[in-house]
């Protein structure tokens, strides 16, 4: 029973590692963006909900319909104003910008809101848990997180396989010269995309500061955990993502069932393995 | 009579790199006898760039010459400083020799990590290394040995064997980074001048073109992440003999040994041997203007590297290039056309 417990908790926690996956997935997927600030960027929107929830009093849950269209018009300015510029010479341009825009978050959350610790309160849900026969306990939280990342999957596929926008998206992803030459205008198009992707940016974020105290420095080990689930699930596949957050938790709560220290290097050590028999993650759709 | 034919040859030298080994040697004596006339504070200084500087050069080498855009290298610098604690430390070996070792140790290590991250290309590289390197610092918290997670400090008696005075000591630490500084730029210029840094030039200009044309392009990567690799290791040693205490976050930190560097090589100018002089020389000097500002201080390096890649992204020395046609350190070599000589009388 114990062993069931931890595979159920390890795939819990796969969600919310897919969670703050999405955004960047987006990113890499569609722009070949190496966005090295998007852990920052996650906890910049920790931040923001921090803000909005202490000047309006709202509940964290519902201080979402804020975060989220301010990330959305960072995501949009960002890229039209910066990423745009550094997407035609490799891989160096978008991973030094990222790199300084990584820095810049870091620092200037520390300045305005010191290196202390702070937590978004969510009350009862946060420690709520079902009980389940056999002696098995779910946290409530655990399992929203999950819902939402499945969620916001399965609506980013209808986005990206049901809408004239997602087409455009999948067409740009797949030959961008070619989707250029048939009237789409890429960069306007690149900076919808890190909107969007900013959005589900926002929605990890507040779920981050629910489920954990969070300080200006959390956000390198985020990224590593985000880009790790990217790269496992395959290159422009979401519910790949999924998959690779999962395989992810999987590792992290075997590892630290065998010893709390392993947690982390269980979890790099499943991305290195499977990195070597497939370079390419699991299941690609897009090519890099 | 002979036809009046136009002449060439082969030059590899500049004007420019001739006037300048009269202006750098002295420069390099001066900085060799500074324990002698300057106080310690500026000698520290000066040590500390030149570590960071051989750093920068090896980063160098390896992106922008051989196309490996690691962000791991910090995995090298935390293996040599372990080495070199290890070795004096439990084992009790001599620091001299340890220093010695801690190069090779870092080399021989990235024979099996490059076994893996060579499957990868691009971005998947850059993520690949910087998680090994979280892997090896992570290991390096599990051993006891080693001092787990709080790490290990270099004994008195360990120093004393350097030298048993204070002030010799610090000089032969000075005296050791700028040698490994002088030391590392020898190597990638001299493998840069050499058959290997051609096929290096072509593989930084196109990977696929410089296949084609017979360079054995993963022969030449590998062994320049090895060499790399080594030389990071030594430099960690020496950089962690200097700090007297290491521990996984201090050893394998992303910002201070990768980031950092990477920001000196691109600000100066990736690809080329001069850019991380320059790049080294802005970041310490904005360094010492405005360290004691913080986080304001790490903001504008941000902001700067952001401004310099968008609107110079071959760095300030590339900036340079573009305009004067200047070469300080010439690795290449240009034709160089002479007038027909006037048919002499008979």
Known sequence: MDWIN???QGGLLGGFYALFAIGLSMSFGIMRLVNIAHGDLIVLAAYVGLVVTERTGLDPFLSMILVAPIMFALGYVLQRGLLNQTLTGGLLPPLLVTFGISIIIQNG??????????????GAIETASLHLPGGLSIGVFPLVVFAVAVLSIA??????YRTRLGRAFRAVSDDADTAELMGIDNRKLYAYALGIAMVFTAIAGVLFGIRTIFAPSAGPIRLILAFEAVIIGGLGNMWGTLIGGIVLGLAQAIGAALDPNWQILAGHLAFLAILIVRPNGLFPRTRD | MEAAVETTRVERGTKASRIFVFVALPVLVALATMPWWSDSGNVRLVGEMAYYLALAQLWNLLAGYAGLVSVGQQAYVGLGGYALFYLTGPMNMNVYLAI????????LMAIPISFAVFRLRG?????????????????ASLFAVLGAGS????????????SPDRDTRSMILYLGSLGISVFVFAVVYLLLRSRHGLALTAIRDSEPASASLGVNTFRTKFIVYLATAACTGLIGALIFLQKLRISPEAGFSINDWTVVVI???VIGGIGTLEGPFIGMLIFIVLRELLADYGSIYLMLLGAIAIVVMLKAPFGIWGWIIQRYDLQLFPVGRRLVLTPPAQPTQK
Do not use: K
Not at chain 1, 109 to 121: C, N, P, Q, S, T
Not at chain 2, 100 to 107: H, K, N, R, S
Not at chain 2, 123 to 139: D, I, K, N
């Open chain 1, 6 to 8: 931890i595979l159920i």
């Open chain 2, 263 to 265: 920001f000196m090589v």
């Open chain 1, 155 to 160: 609506s980013l596929q209808l986005l990206f």
């Open chain 2, 100 to 107: 010695l070792l801690a190069g090779p140790f870092a080399g």
């Open chain 1, 109 to 122: 959350l520390l300045e305005v809101f010191g290196a202390y610790d702070h937590r978004l309160e969510e």
């Open chain 2, 123 to 139: 971005a998947y590289f850059a993520v690949g290394t910087w998680v090994v390197s979280e892997v090896v610092g992570l290991l």
């Open chain 2, 151 to 162: 790490g290990m400090s270099l004994t008195p008696a360990i120093l004393r064997q350097i």
